[in-house]
């Protein structure tokens, strides 16, 4: 999946990226993940190993992990490819019959990581944290509070008690 959304699945085996390079961007993306995604499922990733603990084939959030994996690993490999660009890019100018070149490479690749699997990536990772159960905690976050000890009439600190020691707050045993 990796390769084709690289558009690296050449059939004559002339890939831009190694199996190994491609293994390390996506164990990479799998470490990155937890970090930005609310899965069920508490995933450990052993990037030394190449390992992913549960094996996400027989978890029920198993199938997300492996689509954000893929996702995550086109964009990182997109940025990588858009700083290697910006580094290069630049003017280049002869002195014999004079010729200015600029290069549009790294704008085209700008539009990339801005319309391609990056945005993808923010887009979906979005979705899936604030689905159902993540509403309903930002409802619950985000809704006027009321608590069930809070009486403003008695002018009680923050802890419930009157602040009888503070002069400035002007309080006595017996009241105001």
């Known amino acids: 999946m990796l390769r084709t959304m690289l558009n690296d699945a050449g059939c004559g085996g002339d890939n831009k990226y190694s ?4 293994e390390e961007l996506l164990i990479t993306s799998a470490y990155l993940l937890p970090l930005e995604i609310n899965f069920d499922t508490t995933y450990t990733i052993d990037v030394g190993a190449y390992t992913i603990s549960p094996n996400p084939d027989g978890e029920s ?5 492996i689509s954000f994996m893929v996702l995550k690993s086109a964009c990182l ?3 990588s490819n858009f700083r290697t660009a910006a580094l290069l890019q630049g003017v ?7 010729a200015i ?12 990581l801005n319309e391609g699997p990056c945005k993808a990536f923010e887009e979906l990772k979005k979705e899936y944290n604030f689905s159902y159960d993540g509403k309903k905690i930002i409802r ?10 809070f009486n403003p009439t ?8 009157a602040d009888l020691q503070n002069p400035i707050r002007n309080r006595s045993e017996t009241g105001y």
């Open 140 to 149: 619950a976050v985000m809704t006027p509070f009321a608590s069930n000890s």
């Open 92 to 98: 280049s100018a002869r002195v014999g019959p004079a």
């Open 77 to 79: 490999s997109d940025e």
């Open 154 to 161: 008695n002018m009680l600190g923050s802890m419930g008690e």
């Open 101 to 112: 070149q600029t290069s549009t490479y790294g704008a085209q690749l700008a539009t990339l």
């Open 19 to 22: 199996t190994q390079r491609l």
């Open 61 to 65: 959030d198993g199938a997300d992990l």
